[in-house]
């Protein structure tokens, strides 16, 4: 069973950054994507940066040009550099793997939590 911890969050003023960390249990070059998702009070969950096995990433408009995903292999770890914070930013932040074997399975970290003050 894959197991997603994540790591990082806290309480940071507008402007100011974060690095947020998901250590996988497992090798990460067994997942196809490992991806960052949040989900502020009373709205849906939604991505916000994913990277794939061959490093190819994606952004939503949202936070590209402030937030950068990137991976170590070695460590079984995915990041995401968090910068120019702003106060929408606040969110649960979610780590996902996901990996293709017949079918779609995806597997989620408990989340941390993003507080951006204004």
């Known amino acids: 069973q894959v197991q997603l911890v994540e790591s990082g969050g806290g309480l940071v003023q507008a402007g100011g950054s974060l690095r947020l960390s998901c250590a996988a249990s497992?090798?990460?070059?067994?997942?196809?994507?490992m991806g960052w998702y949040r989900q502020a009070p009373g709205k849906q969950r939604e991505l916000v940066a994913a990277?794939?096995?061959?490093?190819?990433?994606n952004y939503a408009d949202s936070v590209k040009g402030r937030f950068t995903i990137s991976r170590d292999n070695a460590k079984n770890t995915v990041y995401l550099q968090m910068s120019s914070l702003k106060p929408e930013d606040t969110a649960v932040y979610y780590c996902?793997?996901?990996?293709?074997?017949?079918?779609?399975?995806?597997?989620w970290g408990r989340g941390t939590q993003v507080t951006v003050s204004s």
């Open positions: 996902n793997a996901y990996v293709w074997a017949g079918a779609d399975n995806n597997y």
């Open positions: 497992g090798s990460i070059f067994s997942f196809n994507a």
């Open positions: 990277i794939t096995r061959g490093a190819s990433t």
